[in-house]
């Protein structure tokens, strides 16, 4: 047989991989350096990138150089919650070692639908780490892409619970419900969507004093849908609420899900890492009782996104409600990792959090988490000790939302939208709106490690600077 033309493959390699990787190396360099310090002022995007941004799709190739010197500038120029005066949301704070995690995991590209083989040594590792680090008694579980996909995953796996079968054949006439607090994250209502119970069968139940849920609430919701022929599918109780982080009853929620035979949920994408602290496991009480949690490590475990996990207690909850055999995917020795998960190309996020554990160990974690606490209760003591500012609830774990409140304003709503705008746009920190019970506020989140203590002294100056804003 006579040899064909050698020709170069479509997409050849980079020529110089070498000089690329140093400058890719000198980047990242100098972004961790910039993270480890707030910045004097907003950066702008300049002309010439921009129009850059604008130009039409390049037929021809380029200098990946180049290439990636514009993507730095983007990024440096976008808003990244890894620096340390970044409180408006409940973001990742971008570990150091992730990032290398990050790079591993997509150089090699590991897919884990079909068994890895030595990687999903990694993700069973990384599952219990995560487990036993917050005191839940897991059986399974999966990493997956955020924490809409893993309240999904856990309102999927009640669900079949509760009405056996529907993932084949369908509702065929019943009618199941969501119970949780009106503060719950609209992931609830998504998932509730998703799986086919309905959004206005989500039932958002009125909370305490104290923002929690009422677990007296729950029982009489349920006992009145079980009379009108409505199955309840589950419970879910908040483990750090996004807009306060508020902390559920879970214990008490765990007798009321016990006497009715109902399915609890804790969606802790935000809070639960706090459940690992001698600081904040009291607010956790009942925890192990939970069938099933969310937690986030791209929000207070400093992961980059994403990295999301949920845990269930029960062994075989999550093949019954995705487990499957086609001809393309058999099941021979054992389950393929997509029987046990909604989704099926899932890359190996575990192996960031696996990094970060190893090389940082679980009592820096602890630690970092405590610390975030400590400066909540600090920014908290400095609002009630400056009558220009105004408390709007009791913080639980590490978000406040508060108000400038100066004499003689007549509309603070107004004041305060026309505040955060202010923040916004100076950049030296960055504050997020809300409103709580109607209220225009401020709202900050501390969950990066490397927010300093005289860092919220600096927060207070700049919002007392910003806020003499025209009346």
Request: aromatic letters at 6%.
């Amino acid at each position: 047989m006579t040899e064909g033309p050698h020709l170069p493959p479509a997409y050849p390699p980079l020529a110089d991989r070498e000089a690329l990787l140093d400058a890719l190396n000198v980047v990242v360099g100098d972004a961790w350096n910039s993270f480890d310090r707030p910045r004097p002022v907003e950066p702008v995007l300049e002309p010439g990138l921009r129009a850059r941004l604008d130009e039409p799709l390049p037929d021809g190739p380029g200098d990946p150089r180049d290439a990636l010197a514009d993507a730095a500038r983007v990024l440096d120029k976008s808003n990244s919650p890894a620096r340390p005066l970044y409180l408006a949301y409940v973001g990742s704070t971008g570990l150091e070692v992730g990032v290398i995690g990050a790079a591993l995991m997509a150089t090699y590209d590991v897919n884990l639908a079909a068994t890895a083989r030595a990687a999903d040594l990694v993700e069973r590792q990384a599952l219990a780490w995560v487990a036993e680090l917050i005191g839940f008694p897991h059986a399974e579980g999966a990493f997956t892409s955020g924490g809409m996909t893993s309240n999904l995953t856990a309102l999927l796996v009640a669900r079949e619970g509760a009405l056996p079968g529907v993932r084949t054949r369908g509702f065929d006439g019943r009618t199941g419900a969501v119970y949780c607090s009106r503060e719950a994250h609209h992931s609830v209502l998504r998932a509730a969507e998703a799986a086919g119970i309905g959004s206005n069968q989500v039932r958002r139940l009125a909370i305490d004093a104290h923002r929690r849920l009422v677990p007296a609430e729950v029982d009489a919701s349920i006992a009145r849908d079980r009379e009108d022929g409505i199955t309840p599918v589950c419970v879910v109780a908040n483990g750090g609420t996004t807009l306060t982080g508020t902390v559920d009853p879970v214990g008490a929620l765990a007798d009321v899900c016990e006497r009715h035979d109902v399915w609890l949920h804790v969606d802790g994408a935000y809070g639960l890492p706090a459940a690992a602290t001698d600081r904040a496991r009291h607010l956790f009480a009942g925890l192990e009782r939970a069938d099933s949690v969310t937690l986030d490590a791209h929000k207070w475990l400093g992961i980059q996104k994403s990295c999301s996990v949920v845990l269930t207690r029960r062994s075989g909850s999550l093949e019954r409600s995705f487990g499957h055999e086609e001809s393309y995917m058999r099941r021979d020795a054992v389950p393929n990792a997509v029987e046990m998960t909604l989704e099926y190309s899932r890359p190996l996020n575990s192996l960031k959090l696996w990094l970060a554990v190893r090389t940082h160990g679980a009592a820096a974690f602890r630690n970092w988490i405590s610390h975030t606490l400590g400066l909540a209760e600090a920014l908290t003591e400095a609002i009630r000790a400056d009558p220009d500012f105004e408390l709007l609830h009791e913080p639980t774990l590490s978000t406040v939302c508060f108000r400038h409140v100066p004499p003689g304003m007549a509309d603070l709503d107004a004041h305060n939208a026309d505040l955060v705008a202010a923040v916004q746009a100076d950049g030296r920190i960055f504050l997020a709106a809300a409103d709580v019970d109607g209220v225009r506020c401020l709202r900050a989140c501390f969950v990066n490690f490397r927010t300093r203590r005289e860092d919220v002294d600096f927060a207070m100056d700049v919002l007392r600077e910003l806020g003499q804003l025209p009346a």
